[in-house]
Structure formats: C-alpha cells, structure tokens
C-alpha cells in the first residue's frame, strides 16, 4: 500500500464535498431556468403542478446542500496530527483475515479512490467508527461478526 498522508486525504475529502456543492447548485441553477422558461399555458393547473414540481426539486437540494455544507464544516475542524488511540480524523490501516482496507474517520462520504486506492470515508457516529473509537495499533475489534485488526494508525 502506497503511505498515506493525513492531510492529503482531508483535503481529498474537502475536495469532494466542493464538487458535490457545486454540481448540486448547478442543478438548482438549471431547474430554475427551465421554471422561468416555462410558458403559462391555457392550461392554468399544468402550468401551477410543473412550477411546484420545480420549487420542490429545488428545495430538496437546497437541503442537501446544507448537509454538505455540515459535512465540510466537520471536516475543516479535523486534526492532522497522529492518532494514538482511533476516533474523529483519524486514518486507519485495518485488516480482517486476508482483506486490508483503510478508513478515514471524518464524515460520511462512503468509499472513495484516492490516488488508485479506494479509502472508506465514515462519519464518527457511525456504528464502525464507535467500534474502533479508542483503539490503538496492534489491536483487534470485533464489529458485526468481523475481526477488524488495526495494523497502522495516522
């Protein structure tokens, strides 16, 4: 596995949640266009039901974009220095049995390939992180009926 650095993986991270940011107002920009360029109609009740289909959409991404907004805001406060014990910003190389998989604590954003190597990104709330929380290297876990080794901690 390719050493990975802390900081390059928060601000990956950070990254991440700028294009969601972005690619969500992008759709809130679209969908207002199309509900400015939709002509009223003789049809009073079709022109209405389209116009709050459009409202709707808007709305609902509005909502995910400050659940985004949240999640950087999680992120940014984050520390880079070396974990001694698993929890918030940390980044763990964990096994179980022949399978290595490393995740970082911070917000939940599933996994992501950073640099060719798929990194699992969870939220400290997270059942998994809740587990994990406190322990140190060299330790195992035990988590929905799997052994989590964590073989190297940042």
Do not use: W
């Amino acid at each position: 596995m390719t050493p990975l650095n802390k900081s390059d993986i928060r601000n990956f991270c950070l990254a991440h949640v700028d294009a969601m940011i972005a690619e969500y107002e992008g759709s809130i920009h679209e969908l207002q266009k199309g509900m400015f360029e939709e002509t009223k109609s003789s049809a009073g009740d079709k022109y209405e039901t389209s116009r709050t289909q459009f409202q709707r959409e808007i709305e609902r991404l509005k909502t995910q974009i400050s659940g985004v907004h949240t999640t950087k805001a999680t992120l940014l406060i984050l520390n880079d220095a070396k974990s001694i014990a698993a929890g918030e910003g940390s980044l763990l190389h964990v096994s179980m049995g022949a399978t290595k998989m490393v995740i970082y604590i911070g917000a939940a954003l599933g996994s992501l390939n950073y640099q060719g190597q798929p990194i699992h990104i969870i939220s400290a709330q997270s059942p998994l992180a809740i587990a994990l929380k406190g322990h140190a290297e060299g330790d195992v876990v035990n988590f929905n009926q799997k052994k989590y080794k964590i073989e190297e901690l940042a």
